[in-house]
């Protein structure tokens, strides 16, 4: 790296997608933005934005086949505004991986014992680890010379306690199958309860924030001093609150019995529970938007989706609430944190005598800047905090190479 290799390439690899974003380091700007959609299929879609250059979006349809033909269109699209993976000014790659199991705490430089270990943790992650592998190999046949580094959704959650991380089940099966909870989003969790604890003018070690991350997967966490103490993502993304498609939390019983008398296969139970609950399972939208919309018009299955997704959004609040102890604030992040009024109404709503409480004028604000939504008399203050992944990815991987 050069004295004046300030920039960051950001891959987020998908199973049929790459995201990414080239950041300047100097002061966190985009110089470019895209993503490539259906890799694998005939109709790939890339859609490339070049930020610094001022220009338009421009997007390619054709077949990608694989991740390799995916990021080399990238480089070209890179290439073509002077951007190109070559530039002396590029200082390293940060990739976004999923799951970093019981090993991987922190962000890590991607040699070939780390992406074995990666490898290893396949088995619990099957949806999410093969893809950011295929992208980390691909990134690192094109610049073999330049610092690749892992940064893990499951890193920040590391530090939950192990009476919140184990399940009460037996401990020797759980450990042979390395079962436990090991919590996602964490990238988000960490920089948004940053962000919430510099909005309230403190340090993060004197802030005590209940952060709910509701995007199309959702996650809430409970951070005691800048330290994640529990979070309701558990062995995978599944567990936890009602999301786009997942049902969150569910008896586990339900998966028997859909086995022993609905004579569903554990693959079907798996697309079922995944892909075809939570909101769209339950009135056949996972866009708020939509579910919104249709509740405006007196959509009783909408309104229900609604009521069901709210009340688990308030029971994770309250029970964040007793882990902590003292709540200082509750943050809204992502898709759905970010933009939907009404869900933040209705999660605070007749949590008064918690502390919590929600102005209607400044909840309606929408803005882009963090920003309080909570009356100045509430004890704990209510936010909205957008959250920035690929730069809490750039910022990680651009502190490590440099350190
Ligand atoms: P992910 O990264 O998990 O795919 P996002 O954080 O981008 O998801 O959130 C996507 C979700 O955000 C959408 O499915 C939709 O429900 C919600 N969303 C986005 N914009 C709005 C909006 N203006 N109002 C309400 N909900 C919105």
Redesign the pocket.
């Known amino acids: 790296m050069t004295a004046t290799a300030t920039r960051v390439l950001v891959l987020n690899s998908g199973s049929s997608s790459v995201k990414y974003q080239l950041i300047d380091m100097n002061d966190g700007t985009r110089l470019a933005v895209g993503l490539v959609e259906r890799i694998g299929e005939q109709a790939s879609r890339l859609a490339h934005t070049p930020l610094a250059a001022g220009g338009d979006k421009r997007e390619t349809e054709g077949a990608i086949a694989d991740h390799d033909a995916a990021l080399k269109a990238v480089a070209a699209e890179l290439a073509a505004d002077g951007l190109g993976l070559d530039s002396p000014q590029l200082a390293a790659i940060g990739h976004r991986v999923v799951h970093g199991g019981l090993k991987f705490t922190e962000p890590t430089v991607i040699d070939d014992a780390v992406l074995k270990e990666i490898e290893r943790l396949v088995p619990v992650a099957p949806l999410h680890n093969p893809a950011n592998i295929t992208g980390i190999r691909t990134a690192q046949a094109m610049r073999p010379d330049l610092p690749q580094v892992a940064v893990f959704d499951t890193a920040f959650h590391a530090t939950m306690p192990e009476y919140a991380a184990r399940y009460a089940i037996d401990v020797e099966t759980a450990d042979a199958h390395r079962i436990r909870r090991y919590g996602f989003h964490g990238t988000s969790h960490a920089y948004v309860s940053r962000k919430t604890a510099a909005l309230l003018g403190k340090d993060p070690s004197e802030v005590n924030v209940i952060v709910l991350h509701l ?3 959702a996650s809430a966490s409970a951070v005691a001093g800048g330290r994640c103490v529990d979070t309701s993502m558990g062995l995978t993304p599944l567990e936890g609150l009602v999301m ?1 498609t997942r049902s969150g939390d569910i008896d586990p019983a339900v998966t028997f019995h859909l086995k022993r008398v609905a004579g569903m296969s554990t693959d079907e139970i798996d697309v079922l529970l995944n892909k075809k609950s939570g909101l769209i399972g339950l009135c056949g939208d ?4 939509e579910i ?1 919309r249709r509740i405006d018009e007196g959509d009783e299955r909408a309104r229900l989706a609604f009521d069901i997704y709210i009340h688990r959004l308030k029971k994770y609040i309250g029970a964040y609430s007793a882990v902590l102890g003292r709540v200082d604030a509750v943050a809204f992040t ?3 944190g970010e ?2 009024a009404p869900v933040r109404e209705a999660a605070v709503a007749g949590l008064e005598e918690m502390g919590m409480a929600v102005d209607a004028s400044l909840n309606a604000v929408r803005s882009d800047e963090p920003r309080l939504i909570s009356p100045e008399y509430a004890r704990v203050a209510v936010a909205v905090v957008p959250t920035d992944e690929e730069l809490e990815i750039a910022q990680q991987t651009y502190a490590l190479v440099n350190a």
Do not use: H, I, L
Request: hydrophobic residues 30%; charged residues 20%; positive net charge.
């Open positions: 995007g199309n997967g786009g996972n866009d708020m938007r919104r992502a898709g759905v933009n939907a």
